[in-house]
């Protein structure tokens, strides 16, 4: 992390007493979800198939050579909304983050940050692009699903509806009965933190390296921190764990 970019304690701390509900991003904050099981070759896999499939033509070279497995999704969900063909390709996606969920590497100190923010008092939810069902499995093995049970709010099949559309993050507030000002995302893209402004909800960025550093705050991120590591230490502060 480039010097003189971190968070202020004080900035930190003043987002952490206010938010009695957190909503967290998935990949990234909580894990490395593709961490053992390439993202990039999930992407390729998707275009294979739609290629053996006769569809070669339906995307653009733009997204045949994209790296993003979500943006091979959206882009076949632009040209066939809701059709049985984003259903099959939906859930191949998901059988291939599964797949990833048994080999993600935990984000270092989100473990004991989301036990101790439960210890506290906040009420934990999951708002993500990746399936729910992964969500489920990987916090399971890790004995941290009660922390946020029932709330994980990810991918459907209206694709329309992923970040940085909003909607995971109001249905999170919805059931929660949480105000907006009242909560906190942690997410670690630009789209994460669109999604929490259109909704009014203060925001976080976690940047494990420059690049999502510079991402995060040309998109206007103003709190941004490189480690979980100083969150941890200010959520034991403010509730003297």
């Known amino acids: 992390m480039t010097a003189g970019t971190e968070t202020e ?3 930190l701390r003043n987002l952490i007493e206010g938010a009695r509900v957190v909503l967290w991003d998935f990949d990234g ?7 053992g099981h390439s993202a990039e070759r999930v992407a390729r896999d998707l275009v294979e198939w739609l290629e053996g499939q ?6 653009d070279e733009t997204e045949r050579e994209s790296l993003d497995p979500h943006a091979v ?3 076949v969900d632009r040209r066939h909304p ?9 859930e191949r996606l998901t059988q291939e983050e599964l797949k990833a969920a048994a080999s993600a590497r935990p984000t270092p100190y989100a473990d004991p940050l989301v036990r101790t923010w439960t210890a506290v008092g906040a009420r934990l939810a999951v708002t993500t692009n990746n399936s729910p069902r992964v969500v489920r ?11 946020f049970a029932p709330h994980l709010y990810g991918r459907t099949r209206e694709l329309q509806y992923l970040k ?6 109001r249905r999170a507030l919805n059931a929660m009965g949480a105000a907006p000002s009242a909560a906190l995302m942690i997410g670690d893209t630009p789209s994460d933190l669109q999604a929490a402004r259109a909704v009014g909800v203060p925001f ?11 991402l995060l705050r040309d998109a206007g991120a103003g709190a941004i921190v490189g480690s979980l590591e100083p969150v941890l230490k200010a959520v034991r502060e403010a509730g003297r764990v």
């Open 73 to 75: 999704l959206r882009a």
């Open 137 to 147: 499995e990987y916090l399971t093995s890790r004995g941290a699903l009660p922390c």
């Open 164 to 169: 940085p559309h909003p909607h995971c993050l």
């Open 82 to 90: 809701g059709s049985d063909l984003v259903a099959e390709l939906e």
């Open 9 to 11: 304690p004080n900035d």
């Open 54 to 59: 006769g569809l070669h033509g339906l995307l």
């Open 204 to 214: 976080l960025g976690y940047a494990r390296n420059d690049r999502k550093h510079k």
């Open 29 to 35: 904050p909580v894990c490395r979800l593709f961490a």
